[in-house]
């Protein structure tokens, strides 16, 4: 231990620079000046991505309830059949009233919270 006090001893002391300082305070008020980031939008994301889950549940339900259609023409779903379903046709009507409410909203929103 005494010969590493002795080396750690004879070194030279280090001094910074003359210009460290300013330097390192220039680079802090650049810093500080800087604007904050940019906010991750929260309210855009949100919504979509729980449509994109709806979606992909209610995809998922259809292809468990009716299969997945091969490519032969004997076994593929038959468009007319799945539209005289009545469940097939209440989430269609379900789904169009879903949108159509959205579509009245957004608009009305857009009207009402314009900028002037």
Do not use: H, N
Request: glycine share 6%.
């Amino acid at each position: 231990m005494d010969e590493l006090d002795r080396i750690l001893s004879s070194e030279k002391s280090l001094e910074p620079s003359s210009g460290l300082a300013a330097a390192v305070m220039e680079r802090v008020r650049r810093e500080a000046a800087e604007p904050e980031p940019i906010a991750f939008p929260w309210r855009r994301f949100v919504p979509g991505a729980i449509a994109c889950f709806v979606l992909l549940v209610a995809g998922l339900v259809m292809i468990a309830q009716y299969g997945i259609p091969q490519s032969s023409g004997a076994s593929q779903l038959d468009v007319e059949q799945l539209l005289s379903d009545p469940e097939v046709l209440a989430w269609g009507w379900a789904a169009a009233a879903l949108v159509f409410t959205w579509i009245v909203w957004k608009m009305s929103y857009r009207l009402s919270f314009r900028r002037i």
